[in-house]
């Protein structure tokens, strides 16, 4: 459940930062804060995930994701073209298949990857 912190208006509407703080005209700022177990539990997420060893891990995952990523944009993974698990099984395979084809292709002759974009989310934390 989450609390609600309101400014006092006097305290509030005379601050020389207030347009950095709030959008609204007239009312004073409104905090909404959630349950304090719950920004515990993402404080210490967040500082694991300053980590070699999750990074690590992370890594792993970012390269799973980029494969699914290209299988995405380039086969259609999103749909199948057939009806059934073992026609879509299929589908699948000869997907992967194509992805290796691509990717050795693009060894041999040496094409750059694509730069990798940073999250949203990264950009907003502060330093």
């Not at 804060?33 to 890594?59: C, F, K, M, S």
Request: charged fraction near 25%.
């Amino acid at each position: 459940m989450q609390s609600l912190v309101t400014f006092d208006r006097q305290h509030c509407a005379p601050c020389p930062v207030r347009a950095k703080c709030t959008h609204a005209a007239n009312s004073p700022r409104k905090l909404a804060l959630g349950p304090r177990d719950e920004h515990e539990a993402i404080r210490r997420v967040r500082q694991l995930q300053e980590t070699p060893e999750w990074q690590q891990h992370y890594n792993r995952r970012a390269g799973i994701e980029g494969t699914i990523g290209q299988g995405l944009r380039h086969c259609g993974l999103r749909r199948t073209r057939y009806i059934g698990l073992e026609k879509t099984r299929f589908q699948h395979v000869l997907t992967a298949a194509a992805l290796n084809l691509v990717r050795t292709d693009a060894w041999l002759t040496e094409t750059p990857f694509a730069t990798t974009r940073a999250s949203r989310f990264t950009r907003l934390r502060p330093a």
